[in-house]
């Protein structure tokens, strides 16, 4: 079992920043690939980025290239998602993830609905 707890969320300006961390607990965190998801109202679950176990590879969605970063670190068992440039567009609930498949599998859409762990996810609102 792995728990996820994000935080780091909050209200900032259209072009400001955030960093958002996820604290993993339980199994053995560098096992697994991790992920950044978001939801905005009325919108399905989409992928942002995901990082290898090791965390030498990473994987963006279109929308947030050059402007979001994910990295982790597996001594503090943390993941982060920096995020700078951010649009009204990007307001959303954030999630964690993680899961024992590869980080590239873990960006499909289609393997949304079948990740193994979630956080509770922290709210993002960019004001225009």
């Known amino acids: 079992q792995v728990q996820l707890v994000e935080s780091g969320g909050g209200l900032v300006q259209a072009g400001g920043s955030l960093r958002l961390s996820c604290a993993a607990s339980g199994r053995t965190f560098n096992s697994y690939a991790m992920g950044w998801f978001r939801q905005a109202p009325g919108r399905e679950r989409e992928y942002v980025a995901t990082i290898t176990w090791s965390g030498g590879t990473t994987y963006y969605a279109e929308f947030v290239k050059g402007r979001f970063t994910i990295s982790r670190d597996n001594a503090k068992n943390t993941v982060y998602l920096q995020m700078n440039s951010l649009k009204s567009e990007d307001t959303a609930v954030y999630y964690c993830?993680?899961?024992?498949?590869?980080?590239?599998?873990?960006?499909?859409?289609?393997?949304?609905?079948?990740?193994?762990?979630w956080g509770q996810g922290t709210q993002v609102t960019v004001s225009s």
């Open positions: 993830a993680a899961d024992m498949v590869s980080a590239s599998r873990l960006s499909r859409p289609s393997y949304v609905g079948a990740i193994e762990y």
